[in-house]
């Protein structure tokens, strides 16, 4: 399963992409908007900083629009992958673009007929957003579920790309599922790195090693 940052902010991106962790970027409006700066610099970041897939989302709502901004954000960079909205026009800017073997990421997925028109349209992602789905009391990890099956009956070759992940536990159900990618917020990215037991072992391990050291001086790796 791939790990994408569901994020714009450069200092998680850069301390994840250190650790060799990602295989990719999300960002939307919102995200952009919450990192405060000239979104321009952020995409010109991250594109240069990620190798892999970098989703960056149109704000028009009409295919025209769609289609000028998605050009204009593939001048960023050939990893970048055009997101758009699961609205009509959406999904002919998605049409479109795919006959040009341009990627889209189609977002704001909450039905599984959604993500089957998506692939239809030749998504090369689509982008369910389970969390919001369990916020209004629906089990957005079912469809996942559905999305999985749909999409093997027909071998369709969009990536199920769960986003709108909230804790770890949805990455493990995701992956259990066999879901192609999980975009995740900074937190939980880093809650999924941390265990009590490791942290206790670890601070055990160098006690005894203090110990060893006091007993013979020249105690070195
Ligand atoms: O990529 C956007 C998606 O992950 C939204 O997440 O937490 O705003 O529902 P959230």
Redesign the pocket.
Known sequence: MKIFL?TANLESIKKFNDMGLLDGI???P??MSKEGGNPKNAMEEITKIIQGDVSLEVVSTEYSGMMEEGKRLREYGDNVVVKVPMTPDGLKACKSFSSQGIPVNV?LIFSANQALLAAKSGAKYV?P?I??LDDIGQDGMNLIKEIKVIFSNYSFKTQILV????HPLHVIDAAKIGADVV?L?PGVLDKMLQHPLTKIGLDNFLADWEKLKQKNPDTEI
């Open positions: 569901d999300t960002t939307n919102s995200l977002t982008s957003f969390g919001r986003a709108s992940v909230r975009t917020p």
